[in-house]
């Protein structure tokens, strides 16, 4: 026989849904996310007869340590796309809850459909650390940049007209320029604020740096 498992994963918990062969449910459960519960869904998973296919969403957030261990115990393992899973339980039409949604994840497996592998292992995730933090980085300078503009607009009205966008150094300097001899509160906090833009897109510079040294060679064609 024939089973697929689906893995809904949560920050604190997994549901876990096996279904056979036709997609009728033979067991659900739900397990800590963490040390103790991947240990007891892999011992329910290994009280499960036949061959087994385990598909885990989120596999690179929530679900990434129970597909690293799942993967390291050698069992068949997929990410689940959740544009997938989701049209699944659709289909269903039962209503949402974890269970629901890991039936749903289980028979997104069960229809044999080519499903990628998780990104599992240590390089994959320090990779997806880096690139949070890069897209972190980046939301601040783009507020630091709309708080530079309100300013700007008090300060120097019209200033947008003389020149461009202000996460170019080009840009930053004339605006430092326009601010000469300016000693209002509004202007120091410009000048602040350019002085932390600078800082954040030399940060930025260094971590695509490193994200660049990180990522793994591309194999040969």
Known sequence: MRVSIGIDSHKSTLAA??????????????F??????????????RSLEGEVRIGVECSGSYGQPIAS???TAGEDVFE??????HREARRQNRGKSDPIDAVAIARVVGRGDALPRPKV?????????????YDHLKRLRTQLANRIHKHLMIVCPGYEKKIGSLTAEKTRKLVMTML???RSVRAELVRRNVKELRRL????????????AASPLPGPH
């Open 69 to 71: 261990v799942l993967v």
């Open 121 to 133: 292992g240590q390089t994959f995730e320090d990779l997806k650390l880096l690139s949070d933090h």
């Open 180 to 182: 000469r001899g300016d």
């Open 32 to 45: 800590d996310n963490d040390c103790v519960g991947h240990g007891a869904l892999l011992e329910w998973r």
């Open 80 to 85: 689940v796309p959740a544009n997938l899973s």
């Open 17 to 30: 849904a096996a279904v056979d062969e036709l997609g009728k449910v033979l067991s659900i459960e739900v």
């Open 201 to 212: 897109d030399a940060e930025m510079k260094a971590l695509r740096t490193q994200i660049t």
